[in-house]
């Protein structure tokens, strides 16, 4: 089932291209950047004022740690904009601010040292004790956007173009849980762990707060129709 908030921004996409597409030209975007692989399509709203509509995708694995645990993480970017760009000068340079549906999250599997434990909270877990350890990142679910820009995808009557972003989607303070599946420990060392992962779970929501303020960078290719 679709969120309220994805649906207010759909509703928002859907009443400003039914709005304009009808009367003039569009352009699409194919953009890359930090919020990963995009689609842009750009709309004329009023004189110097375009809407942009579209949503961005990127699947990344890498490496992670708090200062007790390493982890194998996921970071699945997945983003819909309705942003509104200004050219104050009637020519590329465009200041941009709008709402972006955020689902993106980050997924981890805790990763045992070479001697087959883990350190929480200053008590050792064998892995096959501990079981797997599976924590996640979660943030806002609409985030507001503010940013400078170079392009004007509606500048030309027909053709290509190119286009550049810089700004900050804001985010906020994530929301992280960290949890083991499959201890095979007693029950009392199995509840120590659990008491030991809210901990090492505030270490990482640490880390995690680096992300409330996400930085954009996108460079785009966008063709008018």
């Known amino acids: 089932m679709m969120k309220p908030a994805f649906v207010a921004v759909s509703l928002t996409a859907v009443l400003l291209a039914s709005g304009t597409a009808s009367a003039t030209n569009l352009a699409l975007t194919a953009d890359l ?48 904009d309705a942003l509104v760009d200004y050219f104050p000068s009637a020519g590329s ?23 087959g434990t883990f350190n929480f909270n200053g008590n050792t877990y064998t892995s096959t004790d501990a079981g797997q350890i599976n924590g996640k990142i979660d943030f806002r679910k609409i985030a507001p956007y503010l940013g400078i820009g170079w392009g004007n995808a509606l500048q030309k009557e027909t053709g290509w173009g190119f286009s550049a972003d810089a700004g900050v989607l ?8 960290l949890t083991s599946s499959g201890c095979t420990a007693p029950s009392s060392l199995c509840n120590q762990l659990s008491n030991d992962l809210d ?12 992300l409330k303020l996400y930085p954009v960078l996108r460079v785009g290719a966008s063709y008018r129709f």
Not at 93 to 111: D, E, P, Q
Not at 199 to 208: F, G, H, M, S, T
């Open 199 to 210: 901990v090492e779970n505030n270490r990482l929501r640490d880390k995690a707060n680096d």
């Open 93 to 115: 340079f465009r200041l941009t601010g709008g709402l972006t549906y955020n689902s993106s999250k980050i997924t981890a599997v805790g990763r045992s040292n070479a001697s």
């Open 170 to 177: 804001f985010q906020g303070s994530p929301s992280t849980s």
């Open 33 to 80: 950047g930090t919020t990963g692989v995009g689609l842009h399509m750009s709309l004329p709203l009023q004189k110097n004022l375009n809407a942009r509509l579209g949503f961005n995708t990127l699947n990344y694995s890498y490496s992670s740690s708090t200062s007790n645990v390493n982890y194998d993480s996921k970071l699945k970017l997945n983003t819909v």
